[in-house]
């Protein structure tokens, strides 16, 4: 018997499929410029301050003062924003909903995520209103991997890291957690997750897993 009371699951890459390829593989044409631009103009680096609570403006802002000359995917980053939700991970979703009805763990949501964009994503997902708390980073002002927002977490919502689990799909967002004393899951797909969560004794089984739950069942209208 397992003797866990919470589980902690990062959002994007681990419930919902978010990627920019969606916006910008048709744009560029070509897999070298795009990886070209995202390693030099919108990197991950610019995004995650975004993520710490730079305004969307801002950030936008500085990209254009050094490259004007890449203006346009500049301002598709934000402009499409939305393009780059892929929609729900069906089967992490469905593994909460089964943790949700069928078992007394407490949800909570960690993630690296801009205040302005947030606010889409709650009302495009019913099921971020599953969990029993959230930290988003950008209504923090910091962002993962830095400790002070597990910190924030664990303190707001009284969670004892020792008896709960940490789901990430970013190895470096991993690592604060264990020093922290959570058990930390690796995610790289739903069936691997449930796996790994059979194997600390929280067995997902019976109705609600692998019900073919379609990603549209998961996005409100």
């Not at 801009?114 to 209103?129: M, Q, R």
């Not at 400790?147 to 604060?176: A, C, G, H, K």
Request: contains cysteine; charged residues 25%; aromatic residues 14%.
């Amino acid at each position: 018997m397992n003797n866990y009371q919470a589980i902690v699951f990062d959002l994007g890459g681990v419930l919902i499929d978010w990627n920019p390829d969606y916006v910008f593989r048709d744009y560029f044409g070509n897999p070298e410029q795009m990886t070209w631009f995202y390693r030099n103009i919108c990197t991950p680096d610019w995004n995650e301050e975004q993520d710490a609570g730079r305004t969307l403006q801002e950030g936008t802002d500085l990209l254009l003062a050094k490259f004007p000359e890449y203006e346009v995917p500049i301002r598709m980053y934000y402009d499409r924003w939305m393009d780059m939700l892929g929609g729900p991970i069906a089967g992490t979703v469905d593994i909460l909903r089964h943790l949700r009805q069928e078992t007394s763990l407490r949800l909570y949501a960690l993630t690296n995520w801009s205040h302005e964009t947030f606010p889409v994503a709650l009302k495009k997902f019913d099921f971020l209103h599953w969990f029993d708390g959230r930290i988003v980073s950008g209504e923090e002002k910091t962002r993962k991997p830095y400790p002070v927002i597990y910190r924030t977490l664990v303190d707001r919502f009284r969670i004892e890291p020792e008896r709960s689990i940490y789901v990430d799909d970013n190895q470096r967002n991993l690592e604060p957690a264990r020093e922290m004393g959570f058990t930390a899951i690796h995610f790289r797909n739903p069936d691997q997750f449930r796996a790994d969560l059979a194997a600390l004794g929280i067995p997902l089984s019976g109705e609600g897993i692998n019900s073919g739950t379609s990603a549209k069942d998961l996005i409100s209208d």
